[in-house]
Nanobody, 116 residues
Framework: QVQLVESGGGLVQPGGSLRLSCAASGSIISIYTMGWYRQGPGKQRDLVAEITSVGRTNYADSVKGRFTISRGNAKNTVYLQMNSLKPEDTAVYYC??????????WGQGTQVTVSS
């Protein structure tokens, strides 16, 4: 089993920044993908950004140039630096651990609200 614990959400004004953190524990293997998804009110859960165990990254078009995903020195941690936040970034953000294609473990979610 894998447990994911997220932190760092909150309320921020448009143009502001937030940093999300996620720590994974349990049965972590050496080859995996970790990332962040988000789900806005009445919307489906969509990929925001992901990073593989060898450091390859992938971003949704809507966040390219504004968000940066990175891993901590402990390879089981992942961060999402979010800059130039917009109201449309408002959502619950979920950390995801994917040890194999189609196998997903999820965190509990953290709320990000961008509003003046």
């Amino acid at each position: 089993q894998v447990q994911l614990v997220e932190s760092g959400g909150g309320l921020v004004q448009p143009g502001g920044s937030l940093r999300l953190s996620c720590a994974a524990s349990g049965s972590i293997i050496s080859i995996y993908t970790m990332g962040w998804y988000r789900q806005g009110p009445g919307k489906q859960r969509d990929l925001v950004a992901e990073i593989t165990s060898v450091g390859r990254t992938n971003y949704a078009d809507s966040v390219k140039g504004r968000f940066t995903i990175s891993r901590g020195n402990a390879k089981n941690t992942v961060y999402l630096q979010m800059n130039s936040l917009k109201p449309e970034d408002t959502a619950v953000y979920y950390c995801n651990y994917e040890p194999a294609i189609g196998l997903h473990y999820w965190g509990q979610g953290t709320q990000v609200t961008v509003s003046s």
